[in-house]
C-alpha cells in the first residue's frame, strides 16, 4: 500500500524549469545555427565567387584603359607626324614653285630651270649703266627644238633669249643685256620657258609652248 505524497514532493522544482528552458534555448540555437549555416554559406560563397569576377572584371577594364591612353598616345603621334609630314610637302612645292626657274649668276655648274632645259656657265658682266648676261642653255632631251624662246629676269629687269636650233642634247651659247643693273647685286635670275618648235624631220616643225615638260623630252 503506497502512502500519499506530501505536498514537498507533489511540488515541483524551479530548477527544473530552468535546467529544462536551458535545454530548448540549445536546441533552438543548434537549430538556428544549422538553418544559417545551410542558408547563409552559399550566399557567402556566391558573394564571394561575386567579388573575385568583380576584381577580374576591374583588372581588365583598367587594363583596357591603359591599352586605350597608349593606343590614344599612338594616334595623337601619327597625326601631329601626318600633319608635320604635310606641312613638309606643302613647304616643298610653294619653294619649289617659287624657285623654278631660279638660277645663280657667276656659277659655272649645270642649272637646270624645268623637265627639259637647263642652263651652265653663266656670267654677269658690267655693260654701260647695265649687265651683260651670257651663258650656254642645255637641251636635255632626246627632240630638237628650233626657235627657242626664253624670258629671263633680274629684279624688275627682263629680256628674251632666242635661239634658232637646239639639238636633242646639245647646247646654244646666248649674250642677253639687261640695264639699269650692277653686276655686284645682281646675285641670281629667273630663265622661263615660253615657246619652241619640236623638228619631227623633213621639214616639219611642232609648237611647244609654255614649258615643255614631258612633252618635250
Avoid at 68 to 74: F, Q, T, V
Avoid at 108 to 121: G, H, N, W
Avoid at 146 to 155: N, Q
Amino acid at each position: 500500500m503506497s502512502l500519499p505524497d506530501s505536498d514537498e514532493q507533489r511540488k515541483f522544482h524551479p530548477w527544473g524549469l530552468v535546467i529544462m528552458g536551458s535545454i530548448i534555448l540549445s536546441l533552438i540555437c543548434v537549430g538556428l545555427l544549422l538553418f544559417l549555416r545551410m542558408e547563409v554559406t552559399p550566399l557567402v560563397e556566391k558573394m564571394a565567387s561575386l567579388d573575385q569576377q568583380a576584381m577580374q572584371l576591374t583588372h581588365g577594364m583598367d587594363r583596357q584603359m591603359a591599352q586605350l591612353g597608349h593606343d590614344r598616345i599612338l594616334i595623337e603621334e601619327a597625326r601631329k607626324l601626318l600633319d608635320k609630314s604635310q606641312s613638309v610637302i606643302q613647304d616643298y612645292i610653294v619653294e619649289n614653285i617659287k624657285n623654278k626657274g631660279m638660277v645663280r649668276l657667276n656659277d659655272k655648274d649645270m642649272q637646270r630651270i624645268d623637265e627639259t632645259f637647263l642652263v651652265a656657265q653663266l656670267t654677269a658682266t658690267a655693260q654701260g649703266t647695265g649687265i651683260k648676261l651670257s651663258g650656254l642653255v642645255i637641251n636635255s632631251s632626246r627632240l630638237d627644238y628650233r626657235a627657242v624662246k626664253f624670258l629671263v629676269s633680274v629684279s624688275s629687269q627682263s629680256t628674251e633669249i632666242y635661239l634658232g636650233e637646239l639639238a636633242a642634247g646639245g647646247t646654244a651659247n646666248f649674250d642677253v643685256s639687261l640695264p639699269n643693273l650692277s653686276p655686284s647685286t645682281t646675285k641670281s635670275a629667273r630663265v622661263t620657258y615660253l615657246t619652241g618648235g619640236v623638228y619631227l624631220g623633213g621639214g616639219q616643225v611642232v609648237s611647244r609652248k609654255g614649258e615643255p615638260g614631258e612633252a618635250g623630252r
